[in-house]
């Protein structure tokens, strides 16, 4: 048996009490060790690529929200030209998928 299958062995034998003190312990200690991992990956720039492509995708939301505001504002419409943008664009989809 490894050291695994004992650990899973006793918290199966916890008492509910126990059981619900050991998850948020274990919870708390996962967390920590995803925002230490995280931290490092950020700091050894290896969430570089993904930072940028997310700030170029926002700025072209932006840009496609800032441009059918101009549209819904030259509509004359009785919503507001943001709020009407972000309901066209809150429907868009990206097309129909075709396999190839």
């Known amino acids: 048996m490894t050291r695994v299958d004992d ?3 006793e918290v199966r034998q916890l008492s509910p009490e126990a059981y619900r003190a050991f998850r948020r312990w274990f919870l708390a200690f996962d967390a920590e060790l995803w925002d ?5 990956d950020v700091k050894a720039g290896r969430l570089d690529a993904l930072a940028h492509e997310a700030l170029a995708a926002d700025a072209e939301a932006r840009s496609q929200a800032d441009a059918w505001s101009d549209l819904a504002g ?3 419409s009785d919503v507001e030209p943001r709020e009407e943008a972000e309901r066209i664009l809150g429907v868009r989809t990206d097309g129909r ?4």
Not at 36 to 40: A, D, P, R, T
Not at 97 to 100: L, T, Y
């Open 7 to 9: 650990l899973a062995q």
């Open 36 to 40: 230490e991992q995280l931290e490092e």
């Open 74 to 76: 030259a509509w004359q």
């Open 97 to 100: 998928k075709v396999d190839p």
